[in-house]
């Protein structure tokens, strides 16, 4: 059992920054792969990133691209979002996930977060 909690949301201003994090409880951290998925009011959860158990060859959305970069540190159970150059519509409730192999579907994650909400509005 994995038990994740993620914090580091809030208002930003359009062009803005922010730094989402996710600490996992227990030893088997290194051992998922991680992922962070968002969900804005109304509309289906959507895959963001997704980074595998070593750090390799971590997965964007084509939406956030060049903006947003996932890493991971796994000595301190923590899984992080690096968020830049935000934009309104990247407002929604964040979410990471853990699962055993790199998916964009979140079907295939066992373990949520209960999320962090993003906002951001001039």
């Known amino acids: 059992q994995v038990q994740l909690v993620e914090s580091g949301g809030g208002l930003v201003q359009p062009g803005g920054s922010l730094r989402l994090s996710c600490r996992a409880s227990g030893p088997t951290f290194r051992s998922y792969a991680m992922a962070w998925f968002r969900q804005a009011p109304g509309k289906e959860r959507d895959f963001v990133a997704v980074i595998s158990q070593n750090s390799d060859s971590p997965t964007y959305a084509d939406s956030v691209k060049g903006r947003f970069a996932i890493s991971r540190d796994n000595a301190l159970n923590t899984l992080y979002l690096q968020m830049n150059s935000l934009k309104p519509e990247d407002t929604a409730v964040y979410y990471c996930?853990?699962?055993?192999?790199?998916?964009?579907?979140?079907?295939?994650?066992?373990?949520w977060g209960q999320g962090t909400q993003v906002t951001v509005s001039s």
């Open positions: 996930a853990a699962g055993s192999g790199r998916s964009e579907v979140s079907r295939m994650y066992y373990y």
